[in-house]
């Protein structure tokens, strides 16, 4: 594997679409019912309820826009299914030199990249590079993980969970998004509040794991406190979520808008011939070295 082609893997395109991934959040709502919402209801528990129904979730569809540490203006559209897992994103980043934008796919236990002319000059003409996230663990130097791709078995729905764990949630009034009427809610917490109400929840263990490694992602960006906001339609569902902090290599702010959810969501791999296989390039570039 040429040093090119590892270093467009870990710091363009590659680096850029999982970024984006990584910090995809929110809960989702689409909805297209009762605008109302019970005048007894305060933003704490306004906020709690819409928490509560990230559960439900099976499937997300949603856009994503904002300004991520590190990789600059990001912007996405994607669908994902949880269970089995399957996404499929479209994004285009000022990361990304040379191209207007890449794709990111998960099927099978597999992630795949499309990074344009530019990744196939590298790779034989073939415009996607094939991650099978299961054969390259043992590597350390293209770890999943190190680049994020650990990430991706993540439930987005979770990242809006954490407003709940704020001490102080206010309402900021009430605006339509996309259509929808919601309200519009406010508040700040810092990662070590996140980390002790979930160390204090009873969460089946996926569910944990999944919002662990979200606040991990907090904390590799150097971001210890987040200002959340959260827009609730009439069905308490979070329509909109938005995700601002100070971050180590500069500023997040992150705004996430559900398009709809719990609806069939389908992804295929690319074509084999248009395929290059990471793990499968890496082990012909270890039998190609010189033994010593």
Request: proline content about 4%; charged content about 25%.
């Amino acid at each position: 594997m040429t040093s090119v082609l590892r270093n467009r893997v870990e710091r363009g395109a590659v680096g850029a679409a999982l970024a984006a991934l990584v910090l995809g959040g929110g809960a989702v709502g689409c909805s297209k019912g009762d605008s109302a919402r019970s005048p007894q209801m305060t933003p704490a528990a306004a906020v709690a309820q819409a928490t509560k129904n990230t559960e439900r979730i099976t499937s997300l569809h949603y856009r994503m826009t904002g300004t991520v540490p590190g990789q600059g203006r990001v912007q996405a559209e994607a669908r994902m299914a949880m269970k089995p897992l399957a996404m499929s994103m479209k994004m285009s980043s000022s990361a990304l030199k040379g191209e207007a934008s890449a794709e990111i796919r998960f099927v099978d236990k597999a992630m795949y990249i499309n990074g344009g002319a530019e990744a196939a000059k590298e790779m034989d003409g073939k415009h996607w590079l094939k991650f099978d996230l299961s054969a390259m663990g043992a590597d350390k130097q293209m770890n999943p993980d190190r680049m994020g791709a650990g990430q991706a078995n993540r439930n987005p729905a979770q990242e809006s969970t954490f407003l709940s764990s704020s001490q102080h949630v206010t309402k900021v009034g009430t605006e339509t998004i996309d259509g929808v009427p919601t309200t519009h809610y406010e508040g700040e917490v810092t990662l070590a509040q996140m980390r002790a109400d979930l160390k204090a929840k009873k969460l089946d263990k996926a569910t944990r794991e999944q919002r662990e490694k979200a606040l991990d992602g907090y904390a590799t960006m150097g971001v210890d406190k987040v200002t959340m906001d959260m827009w609730i339609d009439g069905s308490n569902h979070t329509k909109q979520f938005r995700t601002r902090g100070d971050a180590a290599k500069g500023p997040l702010d992150l705004t996430v808008t559900f398009v709809d959810y719990n609806k069939p969501v389908t992804v295929t791999a690319p074509p084999a011939k248009d395929t290059a296989d990471l793990a499968e390039m890496m082990k012909d570039a270890m039998a190609g070295a010189p033994q010593g």
